[in-house]
C-alpha cells in the first residue's frame, strides 16, 4: 500500500469531473487500499479519488471513532435524500477550514463495492453529509464553493498563508 498526495484547494485539477468506473480490476482494489491508508492517515473520514489526482468515481469513507468500519462507494449516485443537517465540514484538500454547508440530513445512496457488487445504502448524520460532500468532489466541486465569495477569499488568502510557511 501507498500514501497518496492529496491535492490542495485551489488546484484546477479539483474541478475535474471523475469518470465512471467500468473496470472493477486489481487496479481498482489497490486504488481503494490506497486511497483508505491516505484518508486514515491524514487523517480524515472520507476521501475521493478526484482528490489523489485520479478522475474515477471512487469514494472511502469511514466515520467511526475505531477506523474499523470503511465504506467504500463506485460509482455512487443520490437516489433519495430528505431533512437539512447542520453538522459542519471540513477537507482534507481544504485544511484547516471548517463550516457548515447545508445538506441532506438523510440519504439514501446505490452504489458498487470495489468488486462490482450493486448496493443501496441509507445514510443520516455525518455519514449522510461525508456522502454529499464526497460526491461533490467528484463532480469537480468543493464544500468551499457553497460559502459566500467573502468566506472563499478568506479560505484562499488561509491556505496562500499555510503554503508560505511550510516553503
Known sequence: MALLNILRYPDARLHKVAAPVTVFDEGLKKLVRDMAETMYAAPGVGLAAMQVDVAKQ????????????????????????????????????????YDVVERAERVKVRAYDQHGHPFTLEAQGLLSVCIQHE???????????????????????KLAKQLRRTA
Open 58 to 97: 471512487v469514494i472511502v469513507i469511514d466515520v467511526s471513532d475505531r477506523q474499523d468500519s470503511l465504506v467504500v462507494l463506485v460509482n455512487p449516485e443520490i437516489v433519495e435524500a430528505s431533512g437539512i443537517s447542520d453538522i459542519e465540514e471540513g477537507c482534507l484538500s481544504v485544511p484547516g477550514v
Open 135 to 157: 460526491i461533490d468532489h467528484l463532480k469537480g466541486k468543493v464544500f468551499v464553493e457553497y460559502l459566500s465569495q467573502l468566506k472563499q477569499q478568506r479560505v484562499r488568502a
